[in-house]
């Protein structure tokens, strides 16, 4: 897929999230974890919410989790989406490092019929040769 | 105790009544309400010395179209919650001896200009570093919003039944006001039959979309002595703020468990001496968990909380008693209104029609929740009474 083809607002990064998406692109997710005080958290910043160092690394996680909750979008205005509608935006709670991911869950015949608690596993989608965007699917 | 209790009243109040208005502006939806909200109190444009609006350096041009040079102004942008917060701010000014009269707007043509709010996109052609962690998924207001009714149905057994109850009490008050969007009675069958906008919210779950505004008038005590009608005083506020908690979030518990706790402490009263509830309504969860977690009743017991009559202008609780952002209108930020139609109530202004809430209401809680659930919030809390 070309980036003139994709619609989809494309995700940016800063100086607390690039290494986030550094590792999107190798297809690996990668949790940012605090070498003083032992916290993951989520999304990525450079600076502990918890001890306030600046001492912290993104850690490759397996890329399991379950649903901690979801919502099927079953309207939305954008033609971005038009050929999504219903889709299912999701909290994933990642294995590991035990914090919340929002993103999509997709490749499910009918995303109604998901459960929260049900087990998914991340995958990417390459938008472009710079960016890819993590999501999630049944495992 | 702390807090502002009795320390400034509002002294008058207006809602510009139009739902959908092409002939005026957002500043002059403003400058009209607030002449009508001084009037109400009868005051005068010169007795004015404060400026209240979330507006960011935008309320110096609000200012500037009403021809006024505040002493003091505040633009605190908190979402649809800002006007709670105001009320407080106002409060804590005038008991400091800053402003005496303090004027708190709000103009919004949403409608007019074609802006969906409740069941619209929430799409960036280019995101920031940290909007990139929810609009690249497709995270609409209301999918937000979804996930955490989802969530609550899962924790605590919460039936749809119970969700479209809140809605089908808010039309029957939308009944009671003429100005009111939508006015027709509707079932718990009519709300579960609607479009499902993001699963499991339906369409009658999710506020309306109108055009709006209005003002407040806060006042200090001795202002408020002069005044044409009953003061209504400020007894006790509160301030809440949720955010996604760096991954570990409690989605199911909102910032009104923290702002209600402290407005009730600095009122010094409880729940049992509420007589009407303003509870933002964004959509029927914004309101079973706001009810929740202000202690009306235990956590996960709102579904049954919510069932019934309880809820209604002649029941144990009446609530939104406007018709709420879900059938009267809601225009983007609807904090205000909660504000205007409270006063209203406890100043017995519809007494003698069925929407005055009956018996002697005194103490009357407006609580509004800005932003969003599901991602960040601000919840405030304001106790007011007579």
Redesign the interface.
């Known amino acids: 897929m070309t980036n003139s083809e994709y619609l ?7 100086t ?2 690039k290494a986030f998406w550094d590792g999107c692109k190798e297809h690996e997710l990668r949790i940012p974890k605090c070498n003083d005080c032992g ?5 990525p910043q450079s600076v502990c ?2 001890c306030w160092q600046r001492n912290v690394s993104f850690e490759k996680v397996p890329g399991t989790g379950k649903i ?11 033609k ?2 038009a050929e ?1 509608v ?2 299912a ?3 994933v709670t990642v294995d590991v ?8 869950v997709v490749n499910v015949d009918d ?2 019929k998901l459960k ?2 049900q087990k998914v596993k991340v995958a990417f989608r390459d938008i472009n040769d710079e960016v890819s ?1 993590p ?1 999630f699917e049944p495992a | 105790m702390g807090g502002l209790t009795r320390k400034a009243a509002i002294a008058g109040v207006y809602e510009y009544p139009n739902r959908n208005d092409p002939t005026v502006s957002e500043n002059a939806i403003q400058a009209l309400s607030a002449k009508k909200a001084l009037e109400d109190a009868g005051l005068d444009i010169k007795d004015v010395d404060g400026l209240m609006s979330p507006m960011g350096m935008g309320l110096l041009q609000v200012a500037e179209y009403m021809g006024l040079n505040p002493d003091l102004v505040d633009t605190t942008q908190v979402g649809g919650s800002s006007y709670q917060l105001h009320v407080a701010r106002a409060t804590a000014a005038i008991a400091a001896g800053q402003a005496n009269c303090i004027v708190i707007t709000y103009g919004s043509i949403a409608r007019s200009s074609a802006r ?1 709010i409740g ?3 929430r ?8 909007e ?9 207001l ?3 919003y ?6 609550h149905m ?1 924790e605590f057994g919460t039936k749809d039944e119970q969700f479209a109850n809140i809605s089908v009490i808010t039309r029957r008050h939308a009944g009671l006001n003429p100005e009111a969007m939508f006015r027709d009675p509707i079932t718990i069958d009519d709300v579960l039959s609607s ?7 339906h369409l009658l779950e999710c506020c309306i979309v109108s055009d709006g505004g209005g003002a407040v008038v806060v006042v200090s005590p001795e202002l408020a002595r002069s005044i044409k009608k009953k003061p209504v005083w400020v007894l006790g506020e509160g301030e809440g703020y949720a955010h ?1 908690a ?4 409690d ?1 199911v518990t909102t910032g009104a468990a923290q702002s209600g706790k402290t407005a009730f402490a600095h009122a010094g009263i409880t729940h049992k001496d509420i007589d009407h509830a303003m509870i933002y309504d964004s959509f029927t969860i914004t309101v079973l968990t706001a009810l929740e977690d202000l202690g009306f009743c235990k956590k996960g017991e709102g579904g049954a909380f919510v069932e019934g009559n309880r809820l209604a202008i002649d029941g144990d609780l009446p609530m939104n008693t406007d018709g709420g952002g879900l059938s009267s209108n809601h225009p983007g930020m609807r904090g205000l209104f909660l504000i205007v139609e409270a006063v209203k109530q406890l100043r017995q202004d519809y007494k003698g029609t069925e929407r005055q809430v009956p018996g002697d209401p005194k103490i009357s809680i407006a609580h509004g929740t800005g932003g969003m659930l599901g991602s960040r919030h601000a919840s405030e809390t304001l106790l007011l009474g007579v």
């Open positions: 989809k607002p494309i995700p940016t990064w800063d607390d999230s916290e993951s958290f989520f999304p919410p918890k901690y909750t979801f919502a099927v979008v079953n309207q939305n205005k954008s971005a989406w999504d219903p889709y935006i999701a909290y490092a035990e914090v919340q991911v929002f993103s999509n995303p109604f929260i608690g965007l999501i | 969906a069941t619209g996109g799409n960036m052609a280019k995101p920031n570093a940290i990139s962690f929810e609009v690249p998924y497709g995270g609409i209301a999918g937000m979804a996930m955490v009714k989802n969530r899962y479009r499902v906008i993001a699963h499991p919210l996604l760096n991954g570990k979030r989605w």
